[in-house]
């Protein structure tokens, strides 16, 4: 495998291209991620929510599916998904997704700059299994509906305008989305078996009404090396799916969490548990992360899912299954726990983002103790993360 530089920018719910943020190059390596010490030390034992943390680090629930959030009226939706986190003047927004069928959608809760919650509310509604999706570069959320041909909704992260569906960003079975500021474009990942890789490039940048959708191109065994994209010829789906529609589309074995930094777009496949890499200045792709390739079966990060980065160019990777962890994979290829949920074994974790300091981490576990969509519990992490 090529060796390649790792580029990973200050990202706080947003890449530093897109905000202004100050960027570093992390070092060369040859090989995908391998387990290691991490950079925030071992776990300890669970605290009273049930989490394990580095030492230093507490947790708090800030919603429980079918609950008012404290001090609003609003009930938190079940099934969190997806989310991502706004600055909304001292304070922030965290956005969520709602991964069920009929009702979906997506709420927020807002935050004051002390932590405290000021607000919650609906921001989407009446759409069908939003289960990831992804933050512009002006303030909206791309919300996606993770059904075939489903489509891609932006919303108003403050509830003011209606969301509006973005038929042009195609019709497939969605998951995540990334904002690439520098080329103006937006990644897509696609949630079957055999799914693809898009891109989405407006004819103009920040209004996704029209466009040009593509989808990348390349060897479908090879892992690393220079792919290409192909224009989407009928981007609603109708008759070929938008993945069949393009001879030699490079397949992807399940499209999780997408998040984009620095000239690089990070993705998850979760039926061969991988991380890849697409270095967008060069135009080839790699592997960040493959299970696989850990001796020993002895892969810290399993069930690979939703992911998003801190300001010091970490990645952190939530566990769809395995132990219920979000792992950390460091600009040093070292892959590590950061935390552990115990007691919740048949949820998943979701909708990492962190807050606009990047000083607080939130996640949800979708199904919680009990098992069940309207088990939902949303947490916030607090600690000496890195910056």
């Avoid at 609003?74 to 304070?91: K, L, N, V």
């Amino acid at each position: 495998m090529e060796r390649r530089n790792f580029l990973r920018g200050a990202v706080v719910g947003g890449s530093a291209a897109a905000l202004g943020g100050t960027l570093w190059r992390g070092a060369s390596h040859a090989a995908p991620a391998q387990p290691g010490a991490g950079p925030y030390g071992a776990l300890r034992a669970a605290d009273g929510n049930g989490i394990q943390l580095p030492n230093g680090f507490t947790s708090r629930v800030v919603a429980r599916s079918g609950q008012k959030v404290a001090g609003t009226s609003y009930t938190w939706h079940s099934a969190p998904d997806g989310g991502a986190c706004y600055a909304d003047g001292t304070g922030w927004i965290y956005v969520s997704n709602s991964e069920v069928a009929v009702t979906g959608g997506a709420g927020a809760i807002r935050f004051s700059s002390t932590g405290a919650i000021t607000g919650a509310y609906r921001i989407l509604s009446n759409t069908q299994v939003n289960c990831a999706g992804g933050k512009t570069p002006w303030n909206t959320w791309l919300s996606c509906e993770e059904v075939d041909r489903g489509y891609v909704y932006e919303t108003d992260p403050w509830g003011v305008k209606a969301a509006v569906r973005r038929d042009a960003m195609g019709r497939f079975k969605h998951e995540a989305a990334a904002a690439d500021p520098v080329r103006r474009t937006i990644y897509l990942t696609e949630d079957v078996s055999d799914g693809g890789f898009y891109r989405f490039t407006p004819t103009t940048w920040g209004d996704l009404s029209a466009g040009r959708l593509e989808i990348m191109v390349g060897s479908t065994s090879a892992t690393s090396g220079p792919v290409t994209w192909a224009t989407v010829p009928n981007p609603g789906g109708s008759g070929t799916a938008t993945r069949n529609q393009v001879s030699g589309a490079k397949r992807f074995n399940g499209g999780e969490g997408c998040h984009y930094a620095d000239d690089t777009c990070w993705f998850t496949t979760k039926g061969d548990n991988r991380v890849w890499q697409y270095n967008a200045a060069a135009g080839t792709i790699e592997l960040a992360y493959d299970d696989s390739l850990v001796p020993g079966g002895s892969a810290p990060l399993t069930g690979v899912d939703n992911v998003t980065g801190s300001a010091s160019g970490d990645l952190f990777v939530a566990e769809d299954g395995g132990n219920l962890e979000i792992c950390v994979i460091t600009p040093n290829d070292v892959v590590a726990p950061f935390l552990r949920v115990t007691g919740q074994s048949s949820s998943e974790i979701t909708g990492p983002a962190f807050s606009p300091d990047g000083r607080r981490l939130y996640f949800s576990s979708q199904r919680g103790t009990s098992g069940s969509s309207s088990g939902g519990i949303t947490y916030e992490v607090t600690g000496p993360f890195r910056t």
